[in-house]
Structures are given as structure tokens and as C-alpha cells.
């Protein structure tokens, strides 16, 4: 079966389209990277769209109208997916959506809203859509997040070790897939850690003004920024003393609480501070709290995937706080998902395919013991593409490992375990 999978996450800068074909090889789920574009979100809609996020207010024909433009930005990426990666013989599409507001309150998750109409993307494709992925494993007592830990348990599955699977998109994620570490019970666990970028972002954006061509700072780009600066330790502190990075997981958050404002107030008292101090003490803010989450469980190898992966400085601070140069024995060796045949930034976009097809085999795309749901649940609802909605029928094996194999014509298959 080939999947489109569809992803914007918490930067919202872009959507990402991967495409894969994907077979069922006795228990073993074998994923073949068709390829990945990335389409941005044009600017007045990056504009209205941060302009509707927390902490702002807006009324429900914002949101609607946020709703269809959003879910014909996705259709667009789907059909171009479609043609130029699957030749136009996609089965189905998996869209995540944008998400625009996670309702977490005393560490427990309310609900959680992705906008995006479905109906445009099935309209303009003609494939079914599995979508609104989330709301079910809310519905069922969890996170609703992180939702990639069922494929992160099933790739690394076997790995020598304690694997973590790490992506740093706006915010955070780690799954720990444990060799007997402690704390664990055997079990994997997922969580949120807190923000990768979104602070980082939110500094830029606001302190960086213009680069030399005129352009306004979306992001430190390669880490340019951070390496310039000198880490504000009082900043610092103000910032670990969040308490959120103490609570127990499973947990998550969003911008709904690491936001431009929320950065404003832990910057008062700190004086007239340089945006590169800034971006330097939050770039290590990162790293320091990814580490400190990893840390007790003994993790051996940490995958780490996502926009933060392009930040040299972030990723070396992430080493130094781990112990984790290359090589080093007893130490948490530091990689990206590229090494193990994912592409670090589309590997989320891979992952909602792979939710997609097993939604559409009917067949659970929850680990309880990461989100913390009572039980596994079937995710999203399905949008028919046309007349005579034909699903295939569930196998009679369940996966219970993800292997990658190689695209067509580039060489051998690259496996995770």
C-alpha cells in the first residue's frame, strides 16, 4: 500500500509530504522511503495562523476559516505528493493536520484540536483520508501524544541497549524503548520533554529583527546565533525552575505554555540582554532539559530527528550534556535517524503514513504505556475519496517490528535493528 503522509508540527513553517510504500513481511512491517517535499505555508497564512495561536483570542470564524484554508494548503501538498513521489498511484493519505491547541490542565490532557478539512484533501485527490488522529487516545484517558512512539517501538525494537527516539520539532519528544531500564518496568514510555525550538523561535522572531538582505528572523538558522552568544546562567535557571520539566510521565505541552509571552516574563530582571545570550541560554535550555529527561533511563543511543537536527550548536550541546561523542564507551551515543534509513526531516511525516495504514487495517496505533491511555485504540476517522470505500481486511499477524528498507535503485536496505 502507498501512503501519503502529511505533517506540519508546532513550528508551523511548512508541510511535509512523505510518501512510502508499505508491506507486511510475516510480523514485520517493512517501510520503503518513496521520498518527502516540503511545502510552505505562504506568508499571509503563516501570519493569520500564528496570529491565531495561544495565548491570542480569536472567535470561531477565525478558526473556520483557518479550518479550509489550511485543509486546501494540505490537499495541495497531498496531490503534488501523489504525482511527483508516487507516480499517481497513492491508496491512501494520512494527514496530521495543524495542530492549534493541546488542553492540558494538572497533567492530564481535555482534548486537543488539529484543523485542516479532511474533505478538501479527499476531494482533490481522490484517495481516502485517515485524519484527526489524536483525539481518540484523549478520548480513552491519554496524551493523545506523542503519537510516533508506536512506530519508534516498533523500529527500534530489538536495538542493543536502551534506544531513545528523539525529535525536536517546536517542542520535544523522546520514546524510550528499554532493555530492562529501570524506572520502566520493561514497558517503552513516551513524553514530552518541553520546547526543542519554540522558544528558540519565539526569541528570534521577536529580539533578532532583520537579516542582511532585509528579511525578517524566522529561526537561528544553523545555530549562527547561539554561537555568537554566551549562556545568561540567571535566565537559565529562571527557566529550569518551570515545573513542568519535573512532573512524571507520560506528560506533554505545547505553546500553549512556552510562548513569546511566558519568554517575556522569565526575561524580567534580566536586563537589556543581547538576542545571541538570549538564543544561546535557550538553545541550551534544550539540550540541558532534553538530557536531564533521558538521563535516568540509562539510554545508550539517542535517534534524534526533526528541525533541530539542522542546529549544530543545539546538537553539540546535546552531546556535551549526555557524554555522548561518537565512540566513547559507557557513554549515550548521539545520532540522527538518517543513520538508520529514516530521514530526520521527514521522519514524522513517515510516521503518520505508517499510523495511516494501520488505521485503514484496522489495527491499534497506540502504545497505552506511552501515552497513558487506558488501552489501545484504532485512531482518526476515514474520509472516503469516492464512491465504493473498499478497506483492506486486518492480517492475521499483527506488526510487531518496523524495518526500513531502501527506495528503489539506492542500494541496500537499512535496517534499525
Given at each position: 500500500m502507498r501512503v501519503v503522509g502529511l505533517m506540519s508540527g508546532t513550528s508551523y513553517d511548512a508541510i511535509d509530504a512523505a510518501a512510502a510504500d508499505l508491506s507486511l513481511d510475516g510480523d514485520t512491517l517493512v517501510l520503503t522511503?518513496?521520498?518527502?517535499?516540503?511545502?510552505?505555508?505562504?506568508?499571509?497564512?503563516?501570519?493569520?495562523?500564528?496570529?491565531?495561536?495561544?495565548?491570542?483570542?480569536?472567535?470561531?470564524?477565525?478558526?473556520?476559516?483557518?479550518?479550509?484554508?489550511?485543509?486546501?494548503?494540505?490537499?495541495?501538498?497531498?496531490?503534488?505528493?501523489?504525482?511527483e513521489l508516487c507516480g499517481g498511484r497513492a491508496d491512501l493519505v494520512a494527514s496530521h493536520g495543524q495542530t492549534v491547541f493541546h488542553w492540558a490542565e494538572d497533567g492530564r490532557v481535555h482534548g486537543t484540536l488539529q484543523i485542516g478539512e479532511p474533505a478538501w484533501i479527499a476531494e482533490a485527490t481522490g484517495?481516502?483520508?485517515?485524519?484527526?488522529?489524536?483525539?481518540?487516545?484523549?478520548?480513552?484517558?491519554?496524551?493523545?501524544?506523542?503519537?510516533v512512539s508506536i512506530v519508534d517501538v516498533l523500529w527500534l525494537r530489538g536495538r542493543p541497549g536502551v534506544p531513545v527516539a528523539?525529535?525536536?520539532?517546536?517542542?520535544?519528544?523522546?520514546?524510550?524503548?528499554?532493555?530492562?531500564?529501570?524506572?520502566?518496568?520493561?514497558?517503552?514510555?513516551?513524553?514530552?520533554?518541553?520546547p526543542a525550538n519554540a522558544l528558540i523561535d519565539a526569541a528570534v522572531r521577536?529580539?533578532?529583527?532583520?537579516?542582511?538582505?532585509?528579511?525578517?528572523?524566522?529561526?537561528?538558522?544553523?545555530?549562527?546565533?547561539?554561537?555568537?552568544?554566551?549562556?545568561?546562567?540567571?535566565?537559565?535557571?529562571?527557566?529550569?525552575?518551570?515545573p513542568y520539566y519535573a512532573r512524571n510521565a507520560p506528560k506533554t505541552t505545547g505553546k500553549e505554555r512556552f510562548h513569546l509571552p511566558y519568554l517575556r516574563a522569565a526575561l524580567e530582571g534580566c536586563g537589556s540582554l543581547p538576542v545571541e545570550d538570549v538564543v544561546a541560554t535557550l538553545t541550551r535550555l534544550t539540550a540541558r532539559t532534553?538530557?536531564?529527561?533521558?538521563?535516568?533511563?540509562?539510554a545508550t543511543e539517542v535517534i534524534a530527528s526533526g528541525g533541530g537536527t539542522r542546529n549544530p550548536v543545539l546538537m553539540g550541546l546535546l552531546r556535551e550534556e549526555l557524554g555522548g561523542e561518537p565512540g566513547g564507551a559507557g557513554r549515550c551515543v548521539v545520532r540522527s535517524s538518517d543513520e538508520l534509513g529514516l530521514p530526520a526531516g521527514a521522519k514524522e511525516a513517515y510516521a503518520f503514513a505508517v499510523l495511516g495504514w494501520l488505521t485503514a487495517h484496522g489495527l491499534p496505533g497506540t502504545v497505552p504505556s506511552c501515552t497513558g491511555a487506558r488501552h489501545a485504540s484504532v485512531l482518526g476517522s476515514i474520509t472516503p475519496g469516492g464512491p465504493g470505500l473498499r478497506l483492506p481486511r486486518p492480517p492475521a499477524t499483527a506488526p510487531g517490528r518496523l524495518t526500513v528498507a531502501s527506495a528503489p535503485g539506492t542500494g541496500r536496505p537499512k535496517h534499525a535493528g
Open positions: 522511503p518513496l521520498g518527502m517535499i516540503s511545502t510552505a505555508y505562504d506568508d499571509e497564512l503563516r501570519a493569520d495562523l500564528a496570529g491565531a495561536l495561544p495565548p491570542a483570542g480569536v472567535d470561531l470564524a477565525t478558526v473556520c476559516r483557518l479550518d479550509t484554508r489550511i485543509g486546501r494548503a494540505f490537499a495541495a501538498a497531498a496531490v503534488r505528493a501523489d504525482e484517495r481516502p483520508v485517515v485524519s484527526g488522529f489524536r483525539t481518540r487516545d484523549v478520548a480513552a484517558g491519554g496524551q493523545g501524544a506523542p503519537l528523539l525529535n525536536l520539532g517546536g517542542i520535544g519528544n523522546v520514546t524510550v524503548v528499554p532493555g530492562g531500564a529501570k524506572g520502566t518496568g520493561g514497558e517503552p514510555l513516551a513524553f514530552d520533554t518541553g521577536a529580539l533578532a529583527g532583520r537579516d542582511a538582505s532585509g528579511r525578517a528572523y524566522a529561526m537561528d538558522a544553523g545555530g549562527a546565533l547561539a554561537a555568537r552568544g554566551t549562556v545568561h546562567r540567571p535566565l537559565l535557571r529562571r527557566l529550569l525552575d518551570d532534553v538530557a536531564d529527561a533521558i538521563r535516568p533511563f540509562g
